[in-house]
């Protein structure tokens, strides 16, 4: 396509982009650098049902008008970055001096929340993705082997778990791995022990968020590497039969070549998926156990009675930059393909 | 039974004319918290609308709702059901009218001890009361010859010794759900330690001392008489528990005393089923529990007719006396006329032991969430317990910095 006529092409979209997408990115970068002002309070009488006490209330007039000059708030800079709910930069010093040896200091470090959400979510991602790979690929090898006959049907029930609603699928499972739910109660009966319970273990937590991130997945792997599948030649899969090769050397030397783009792609995807890792930990109630900083930007924005822009605004930041520096390595090495391929 | 529902019918626009309290104009639309008593409240300030066009939302979510609906102006709400921690953040970002020329219009029946007054200006109708205290199975207490627990170390020692009987594993229940729930049990079982949150006249954080540390042992001596899950579990959850006759001893919030006494479910668990004021905590004579009150406020961002609308159909229900005979089971009515029921026990215990209310102070709420959110690895066994506490005063002072209260 002429460079022109793919401009044209790319316009409405990329308009849409920058809109919906870039714009917004902006506006919360903005917001990120800015805290609330000092609040003014003054000490009043409140009186309810159950008495009248002395106490502090916020005092409306006086914060309007600071708000009124400043509506955007106080210019903190990278002040709530560094705080201790992100990078902790003071505390990880503090830590480093105090503690004595490295455990102690990755303990003392993986206690705070934006590091303990960032670990949770490179599990995550660190599990979910290559598993979703490797399922997705032998799902979709095995799919193309059976007879075209059943071949519909089995499609249908492999990409159930896609079309099943997050939150819905990992409802499911919640409640089969409660304490007197099937899962639960049979692993309490196997293990021997009746306070044996995946909710309250942390491990326990994070493998039952795993696997519910592979089974969610797989079917998207398995839908590209099918269709990736059938766009394989048959005459070098029939010359290698010919040259004696085994099932597994033809997919090594053969079919995995042929779709590696592809396989980039699906990598591409999942990753950036994985690391936004966030209705599962709602529908698993697993806030206790296994927080992602999606969910920190959900705690901040809504578990509060106060909304906490500033501190939202700094996650989701750091989680954009997050996902570039994942997808980095993969980005480059297409790029340089796509220049050796000229 | 076409007869009976055209009386049905009579019946009902019947009573509907006669409280017309006459509103000609202007429109309502509430938010509300879901639960029984709320339904009732509102209903009734239905049937006085007039001609004023009526909506409501009733939604467990509805904290998470009300700041941004009400910052929007127009405000998509004219009126919020409100409670002593929900009222704080609305307070905060001034989105809340003051109702004292609407209360001397309009506001003949309401008792001035509903009004809730700040810096001497009405910003709430108070019509219910509400505390968590404690349920406990009659039959399974006397069958071991326990006493009714009436200090937690009770509840303890009784819980054990169900569990030593056989009889249940996990007797006692209470919502510790990690988040709101969980800070609302530190939250009660601090001050029943007469413990305060900030250090007087100031926003520092003030619970790393030895009333945090006895109040986290507590819950965790707790903890591990409930059932494993019960990081998960919110009232909800529990009152199933409940239901299915796994508990014995339950804290949970006297406005679902109605859910757990109805007809539904087991006739003997129901039967079994009594109620008591809260426990106290560690030899203090104030009960570990917090006073809330529900009541509405008007949105600031919104015209006076759709204001004077509202507050003449919600005044109609918290005025009115045949509401709190009918529902007197769903709730404490703060309302004139009220005659409390068996159901409203723990309530009135509570108010005589001389609990205390939440704290109605701007920064409490960003104390909660830190605490929903620092203290459950402690309960995990993960860390000790001047740890959490450690930690919940940082996060909450990162917080408070970000929101310029320190």
């Known amino acids: ?342 | 039974m076409r007869k009976i529902l055209v009386t049905l019918l009579f019946l009902l626009f019947g009573t509907s004319a006669f409280a017309d309290c006459n509103i000609k104009s202007g429109s309502i639309n509430i938010l509300a918290n879901d639960f029984p008593a709320l339904r009732t409240f509102v209903e009734t300030s239905k049937q006085c609308k007039g001609s004023a066009n009526f909506k409501v939302t009733h939604s467990s979510e509805h904290n998470k709702i009300a700041v941004p609906a009400l910052t929007a102006n127009p405000s998509e709400f004219s009126a919020r059901i409100a409670a002593n921690s929900s009222i704080v953040p609305l307070m905060n970002q001034d989105l809340i009218r003051p109702l004292d020329d609407l209360v001397k219009k309009y506001g003949k029946g309401i008792q001035d001890s509903q009004l809730i007054t700040i810096d001497g200006k009405v910003m709430a109708v108070a019509f219910m009361a509400n505390t968590q205290h404690l349920y406990y199975r009659e039959d399974v207490l006397k069958d071991l010859g326990i006493a009714i627990p009436k200090t937690y170390e009770e509840v303890v020692a009784a819980s054990e010794k169900i569990r030593a009987s056989g009889k249940m594993q996990y007797p006692y229940a209470a919502a510790y759900k990690a988040g709101w729930n969980l800070a609302e049990e530190f939250v009660n079982m601090f001050i029943g330690h007469g413990g305060e949150f900030f250090k007087s006249g100031s926003a520092q954080p003030n619970i790393n001392n030895a009333k945090g540390v006895a109040t986290l042992n507590m819950l965790k001596k707790l903890s591990e008489l409930s059932n494993p899950d019960y990081l998960t579990h919110d009232s909800e959850a529990i009152k199933v528990e409940w239901e299915s006759g796994n508990v014995a001893l339950m804290t949970l919030w006297a406005s679902r005393s109605g859910t757990l006494l109805d007809d539904e479910g087991d006739p003997n668990i129901t039967k079994a089923t009594k109620l008591t004021g809260p426990a106290t905590v560690g030899g203090g004579n104030i009960p570990a529990a917090t006073l809330w009150w529900d009541g509405f406020t008007l949105a600031k961002n919104r015209p006076d007719a759709d204001a004077e609308a509202t507050f003449r159909s919600l005044a109609h229900a918290a005025s009115n006396k045949k509401m709190v005979a009918d529902a007197a089971d769903q709730a404490v009515w703060l309302v004139e006329g009220f005659v409390p029921g068996p159901k409203s026990i723990g309530v009135i215990e509570a108010v005589k032991m001389g609990a205390k209310p939440y704290p109605m102070l701007p920064q409490m709420g960003l104390m909660h969430g830190a605490l929903g959110s620092e203290i459950v690895e402690f309960l995990q066994g993960k860390e000790s317990a001047e740890q959490a506490l450690k930690d919940v005063e940082a996060a909450y002072i990162s917080k408070a910095k970000e929101q310029g209260f320190l």
């Open chain 1, 1 to 342: 396509m002429p460079n022109k006529t793919f401009f044209w092409f790319f316009l409405p979209t990329g308009l849409a982009m920058i809109l919906f997408i870039g714009l917004p990115i902006i506006s919360t970068g903005i917001q990120s650098f800015y805290a609330q002002h000092d609040q003014v309070v003054k000490e009043v009488k409140k009186c309810d049902p159950f008495g009248c006490t002395v106490s502090i209330v916020v005092d409306n007039e006086e914060t309007s008008k600071i708000r009124e000059a400043k509506p955007l708030g106080k210019f903190n800079g990278f002040g709530t970055y560094t705080d201790r709910n992100h990078l902790a930069v003071d505390e990880i010093k503090k830590f480093w001096n105090e503690t004595e040896n490295f455990g102690a200091f990755v303990d003392q470090v993986t206690n705070l929340p934006f590091y303990k959400a960032l670990i949770f979510t490179l599990t995550y991602c660190l599990f979910v993705t290559p598993n979703v790979l490797l399922l997705g690929f032998i799902i979709a090898l095995s799919l193309n082997a059976v007879a075209r006959k059943i071949r519909g049907p089995l499609i249908f029930g492999t990409i159930l778990p896609m079309i099943v609603t997050p939150l819905v699928g990992s409802l499911v499972l919640f409640w089969m791995i409660d304490s007197q739910g099937i899962i639960g109660a049979n692993i309490q009966n196997l293990m021997n022990d009746p306070y044996l319970s995946l909710k309250s273990s942390k491990t326990l937590t994070w493998i039952t968020i795993i696997i519910y991130g592979i089974w969610h997945h797989s079917p998207f792997a398995f839908v590209v590497f099918y269709a990736a599948l059938q766009t394989v030649p048959q005459e070098p899969i029939e010359a290698a039969i010919i040259d004696g090769a085994s099932r597994f050397q033809r997919i090594k030397h053969i079919v995995l070549p042929h779709i590696y783009p592809v396989v980039t792609f699906v990598a591409l995807i999942s990753l950036m998926d994985n690391f936004r890792v966030f209705e599962p930990i709602i529908g698993f109630s697993a806030e206790g156990s296994a927080q992602s900083l999606s969910w920190l930007i959900y705690d901040n924005l809504v578990n509060e009675e106060v909304i906490l822009f500033g501190s939202a605004a700094a996650t989701s930041m750091m989680t954009i930059i997050g996902i570039a520096i994942l997808l980095a390595p993969v980005l480059i090495r297409t790029w340089k393909e796509f220049k050796t391929a000229r």
